[in-house]
C-alpha cells in the first residue's frame, strides 16, 4: 500500500469522499480533528463514503499519525506540498514562525525538506462525479469542519 500514487479517481470509485487536510503529526488542533473523524468513521462508511487524510509528512510520520488517533481510513503523504500547492492551500509560514516553531518542531524532518511550507487545514467533501459538494477552509488552524456538519454535507453528496 505504500509508495504509489493515489488518485481522487480511484478514491471515488467506492464512494463520495471525505479528504482532509492535516499539517502534521505534531499538531494537536489536527491530531484533536483526526479523533472526531474516527469516531464517526463507522456512520460515514455506512453512508458509503470514504475517507482520506492528507499530511505533507514522510510515511512514517503519517503511520504515526495513523496508530495514534486509530483511524482506519489512509492518512496519505503529500511530499512537498505538491497536491496542497496545487490547490492553493500550501503557505509559507514566514521567517518568524520557522524560527519560533523550529525551537520545538523539526518540520525539516518531519517533511523531507526545508520549505516550511504548511497546508492550511481543510476539509473537502466530493461526489463520486468529482463535483465539491461542501468544502471548510480557514487559515486559522485551529478551526476545523464541525463534525456534525461533515456528516450532513456526506449525506448530500451521496
Not at 30 to 59: D, K, S, T, W, Y
Not at 100 to 116: E, R, T
Request: glycine fraction near 10%; include cysteine.
Amino acid at each position: 500500500d505504500e509508495g504509489r500514487l493515489v488518485g481522487l479517481t480511484d478514491i471515488l470509485l467506492q464512494g463520495p469522499a471525505v479528504v482532509t487536510f492535516q499539517r502534521g503529526h505534531w499538531c494537536p488542533y489536527c491530531r484533536l480533528n483526526a479523533i472526531g473523524i474516527v469516531e464517526v468513521q463507522q456512520e460515514i462508511a455506512a453512508l458509503g463514503g470514504q475517507i482520506v487524510a492528507i499530511m505533507p509528512e514522510r510515511g512514517k510520520f503519517a503511520r504515526a499519525m495513523k496508530a495514534a488517533v486509530g483511524a482506519s481510513f489512509p492518512f496519505l503523504t503529500d511530499m512537498d506540498n505538491g497536491y496542497a500547492l496545487s490547490l492553493n492551500l500550501a503557505i509559507w509560514i514566514g521567517a518568524e514562525m520557522e524560527r519560533l516553531m523550529g525551537v520545538a518542531y523539526d518540520l525539516p524532518n518531519y517533511q523531507g525538506n526545508s520549505s516550511w511550507f504548511l497546508p492550511i487545514p481543510a476539509t473537502f467533501i466530493v461526489g463520486t462525479d468529482g463535483v465539491i459538494t461542501d468544502r471548510f477552509v480557514d487559515p486559522d488552524y485551529r478551526r476545523r469542519m464541525d463534525i456534525d456538519d461533515l456528516i450532513t454535507a456526506l449525506r448530500r453528496a451521496r
